[in-house]
């Protein structure tokens, strides 16, 4: 075979050839399968860092590429937040609020989940979440605390329920101790080694 390259004839055999062609197919399985790699370790870190969360974007967002770039796309947004730990004074402050509205439980147990959905959201502010809707917050939240973001959105969800759709006891009782797991999580201060990191 002849080619033509910069006003030189460069002639080739039939093996020449088949030797470049198979050097040729060879680069590119192997750049596939490092982008299939890279694309496999992301999914990965983005599931283990998410954990519910990252299901949660899958179905709602209908593909994993898609969901996955929404996750990336909280993690940027919450790198831009000045995150903060609660001075002692604060900190006891909260605690004795939390207090207060778990001893409301007893005797107004549908107020009082109201108050803990409240106080968790001031939490928040205090610590360095910017005021949002839920929707936003939840998003915002699972990038440092993935762990609790279920909780957070079943306890929600029982907290904001209309008064005529009402709440079992015991959903009001589960939402309280979930609000409180997430109240305590929240009230950590958060070590260096806690920052995020994107996946």
Do not use: C
């Not at 959201?121 to 609790?148: H, I, M």
């Amino acid at each position: 075979m002849q080619l033509h390259f910069n006003g030189e004839y460069y002639y080739f055999t039939n093996n020449e050839l088949i030797g470049v062609a198979v050097v040729l197919i060879v680069v590119a399985l192997a750049a596939v399968g490092m982008y299939l790699q890279i694309r496999k370790a992301k999914t990965l870190g983005l599931r283990n860092r998410f954990g519910t969360e990252y299901d949660r974007a899958v179905l709602t967002h209908g593909s994993t590429k898609e969901a996955e770039a929404r996750l990336a796309g909280r993690e940027t947004r919450v790198e831009t937040f000045e995150f903060r730990n609660l001075g002692a004074t604060e900190r006891a402050r909260f605690v004795d609020e939390w207090q207060i509205v778990q001893s409301r439980f007893v005797d107004h147990p549908k107020p009082a989940v109201t108050e803990a959905d409240d106080l968790v959201n001031e939490l928040l502010e205090a610590r360095g979440y910017p005021v949002a809707n839920f929707e936003q917050r939840a998003s915002d939240v699972s990038v440092t605390y993935p762990q609790v973001m279920e909780n957070y959105r079943l306890a929600h969800a029982v907290a904001v329920r209309p008064g005529r759709v009402e709440a079992t006891t015991e959903e009001l009782r589960t939402a309280m101790i979930q609000y409180r797991t997430i109240f305590d999580e929240l009230l950590q201060a958060q070590k260096p080694s806690e920052t995020m990191v994107a996946a």
